[in-house]
């Protein structure tokens, strides 16, 4: 399919690396997955994940300080320097106006959250120099395929242990019992740093709101975990399939927000073979 995924004739194996964010595709629609993968349609690039992506390297500029969690003008004029140049970089590459609506929205919002994110959360963190750290990781080898994992973790502090920076409209705390009970991201994350817990920090709404999470992972999880990243390299391996399982039980499979809608649900008449 890609260089994500492979077969090795000399070795006779497959070749798998999987990000968190490719195992959160598949689970929302293998077939939407698939189309992405493929290169026949191009991901959607929505305001509400380009602020995120903004307010992200906002953060990053200012623990890149080294100077310690601790707040001065410094500090925040590199957050507010960061955040404006990151969105006029990513604005351009927007193709969903869902959220914001107009840059200037995005603009008001984006630093409000992270004046919340500056006053209320980074006050509270330990001094490191773990941020943005990439890692890329053999999961398990056997005779049929190698499957490694890959991803960046936001930054790896002494107290929380793994932790994700999150911006979304809702507060995801409020939804803390979903994400024990299967969130993929804090199951790879944990696993990959050898940490056993992700704490989750949210930026949510309009008004500078802030609340965390903290998730604990084991042994339990990441047996899991290899079982479901197994039965999604079988469904890879599976190349003569024409299509991948659809579900469209839920908000993304709509021409709103699928990028495979116009040659997928749109397009197909629900009596087609799915196969044929």
């Given at each position: 399919?890609?260089?994500?995924?492979?077969?090795?004739?000399?070795?006779?194996?497959?070749?798998?690396?999987?990000?968190?964010?490719?195992?959160?595709?598949?689970?929302?629609?293998?077939?939407?997955?698939?189309?992405?993968?493929?290169?026949?349609?191009?991901?959607?690039?929505?305001?509400?994940?380009?602020?995120?992506?903004a307010?992200?390297?906002?953060?990053?500029?200012?623990?890149?300080?080294?100077?310690?969690?601790?707040?001065?003008?410094l500090?925040?004029?590199?957050?507010?320097?960061?955040?404006?140049?990151?969105?006029?970089?990513?604005?351009?590459?927007?193709?969903?106006?869902?959220?914001?609506?107009?840059?200037?929205?995005?603009?008001?919002?984006?630093?409000?959250?992270?004046?919340?994110?500056?006053?209320?959360?980074?006050?509270?963190?330990?001094?490191?120099?773990?941020v943005?750290?990439?890692?890329?990781?053999?999961?398990?080898?056997?005779?049929?395929?190698?499957?490694?994992?890959?991803?960046?973790?936001?930054?790896?502090?002494?107290?929380?242990?793994?932790?994700?920076?999150?911006?979304?409209?809702?507060?995801?705390?409020?939804?803390?019992?979903?994400?024990?009970?299967?969130?993929?991201?804090?199951?790879?994350?944990?696993?990959?740093?050898?940490l056993?817990?992700?704490?989750?920090?949210?930026?949510?709404?309009?008004?500078?709101?802030?609340?965390?999470?903290?998730?604990d992972?084991?042994?339990?999880?990441?047996?899991?975990?290899?079982?479901?990243?197994?039965?999604?390299?079988?469904?890879?391996?599976?190349?003569?399939?024409?299509?991948?399982?659809?579900?469209?039980?839920?908000?993304?499979?709509?021409?709103?927000?699928?990028?495979?809608?116009?040659?997928?649900?749109?397009?197909?008449?629900?009596?087609e073979?799915?196969?044929?």
């Amino acid at each position: 399919m890609n260089r994500k995924h492979y077969y090795n004739n000399e070795e006779g194996r497959w070749h798998h690396v999987w990000h968190q964010s490719d195992l959160k595709k598949l689970d929302m629609c293998p077939e939407q997955a698939r189309f992405i993968w493929s290169g026949a349609v191009n991901d959607i690039q929505g305001d509400g994940a380009a602020l995120g992506t903004a307010c992200h390297y906002a953060v990053e500029q200012v623990l890149s300080l080294q100077d310690g969690p601790t707040p001065s003008d410094l500090a925040y004029g590199a957050m507010v320097e960061a955040f404006d140049q990151g969105l006029s970089d990513i604005t351009p590459t927007i193709e969903g106006w869902n959220s914001y609506k107009t840059v200037d929205k995005m603009t008001s919002v984006g630093q409000t959250k992270l004046d919340g994110w500056y006053n209320d959360v980074y006050p509270n963190l330990t001094p490191t120099d773990r941020v943005e750290e990439s890692f890329k990781k053999v999961f398990y080898e056997d005779d049929q395929r190698v499957v490694t994992l890959a991803g960046q973790v936001d930054l790896i502090d002494a107290n929380y242990g793994v932790v994700d920076w999150k911006f979304p409209k809702r507060d995801y705390t409020k939804e803390k019992w979903q994400y024990e009970r299967w969130d993929i991201q804090s199951t790879v994350y944990c696993w990959a740093m050898g940490l056993p817990q992700m704490t989750f920090f949210v930026m949510h709404g309009s008004s500078g709101a802030t609340s965390s999470m903290t998730i604990d992972r084991g042994p339990g999880d990441f047996s899991f975990l290899w079982r479901k990243i197994e039965a999604a390299c079988r469904l890879v391996e599976a190349t003569d399939l024409t299509v991948w399982p659809l579900n469209d039980a839920g908000w993304w499979c709509s021409e709103k927000w699928a990028p495979c809608w116009s040659v997928c649900k749109g397009k197909r008449a629900a009596s087609e073979d799915a196969n044929g």
